[in-house]
């Protein structure tokens, strides 16, 4: 995996990979930190990993690992003396995704969100220590993808589903039986709660997040539906902070589509 983390002092490009972790300087130039993965604890029949990138309270980058643990690193405002601050360690399986808080969370509902391979879903108060504030657990399908906004943790699901979950409560919200096939990306505009859901399917769909002003329930309404021709999507993202455009691309493909309106 690959992601931009942006943090308040400076931007790192962070990569994932079998080998461990790589951290650059946002244009690439400059590798910045190097984490090796620990090979020599594992059967060689095991997949040693990292999987899920997430920047987190203004200093720190999360990523997940392929033994459930999560490495929180504290990120310097410049120079390359970044540390691993904390290692989480509530998942018993591989790390799928992980998300922070894109809108303004509602006190009690965390700001980072775990995702792993069985199901299970960690919300966390991320500081100089992070605070587990709830787990949502596992309905026998893994979770590949999470996002939160707004104190709601939006999750794709192996099955097809996505699922609306109150962060700080843990309530289930909204169950929407979005594909036929597993979802591999989820991606959200913070600026208007549109979600995008990309799967093997090849539908992409744009969905949008809201509360009812009346009642404060959490609402998932369909927008577009856009079918990428024999391709099995497995990467989504929006191209702009409203979700007015989005970019996809799948399995064997060397192209990158991009959608507007």
Request: net charge negative.
């Amino acid at each position: 995996q690959a992601a931009w983390c942006v943090l308040p002092s400076r931007v790192l490009l962070v990569l994932t990979s079998q080998k461990g972790i790589q951290m650059y300087e946002s244009d690439g130039s400059i590798m910045v930190y190097w984490h090796a993965l620990d090979v020599g604890e594992h059967s060689p029949a095991q997949a040693v990993f990292a999987r899920g990138i997430a920047a987190a309270a203004n200093r720190f980058i999360c990523v997940g690992t392929s033994s459930g643990s999560v490495l929180v690193f504290d990120i310097p405002p410049k120079g390359t003396n970044i540390t691993v601050s904390e290692v989480l360690e509530q998942h018993h399986d591989a790390i799928t995704d992980i998300a922070a808080e894109l809108g303004q969370a509602p006190d009690g509902a965390g700001d980072v969100v775990t995702a792993d391979d069985a199901g299970t879903i960690c919300v966390w108060e991320a500081g100089e220590e992070f605070a587990l504030l709830g787990k949502i657990p596992a309905f026998g399908c893994s979770c590949s993808s999470v996002k939160l906004w707004n104190g709601i943790v939006a999750a794709g699901y192996g099955n097809g589903q996505i699922r609306l979950y109150e962060a700080a409560t843990g309530v289930l919200c909204a169950e929407v039986n979005a594909h036929a096939r597993w979802i591999y990306a989820l991606d959200l505009a913070p600026h208007t709660g549109k979600l995008l859901s990309g799967a093997e399917d090849s539908f992409v769909h744009v969905w949008k997040i809201s509360r009812n002003l009346d009642t404060d329930d959490v609402e998932i309404q369909h927008c577009h539906a856009e079918c990428v021709t024999d391709t099995q999507v497995c990467g989504a993202r929006f191209c702009d902070p409203e979700g007015d455009s989005f970019a996809v691309t799948g399995y064997d493909l060397s192209e990158i589509f991009r959608y507007g309106r």
